[in-house]
């Protein structure tokens, strides 16, 4: 174990020394603007929830296609856990650009309902 005065000198020698230095501020994330129509925007909601319920027939099964030794379990298993931090950003994306609407169960915006009631945190998803 090196003695601290050495340890100091050796980081004065590789050109770390005490003196401050300037931070440099990481550049802000580049920004897109686009424009979507109701419908289009009831599109990705629906595929949020087509994904969602996937991920959890996936996980629902997987036990069964491992039970099998089926060489399908792995792929199922991708699908049922490997994809649900995209789940979750997805959430958070399609919430925050569709907060405007209301969930209404006799439209298309009945999809809301799932959309906004998606625990995050959860690691087993409901079908």
């Not at 379990?73 to 959430?91: E, K, M, P």
């Not at 298309?108 to 998803?125: C, E, G, S, T, Y």
């Amino acid at each position: 174990m090196q003695s601290l005065p050495l340890f100091i000198f050796t980081l004065i020698i590789n050109g770390i020394s005490s003196q401050p230095q300037q931070l440099t501020l990481p550049e802000p994330e580049k920004k897109y603007t686009f424009e979507f129509t109701e419908y289009e925007l009831q599109q990705m909601a629906w595929l949020w929830f087509a994904f969602k319920c996937g991920a959890g027939i996936s996980q629902h099964i997987h036990k069964i296609f491992k039970m099998l030794r089926s060489d399908m379990a792995g792929q199922i298993y991708g699908q049922a856990y490997d994809y649900l931090s995209v789940l979750r950003a997805t959430n958070q994306i399609l919430n925050r650009i569709i907060q405007e609407f209301e969930a209404d169960p006799m439209t298309n915006w009945r999809v809301l309902k799932h959309l906004r009631q998606f625990d995050p945190k959860a690691v087993k998803i409901d079908r």
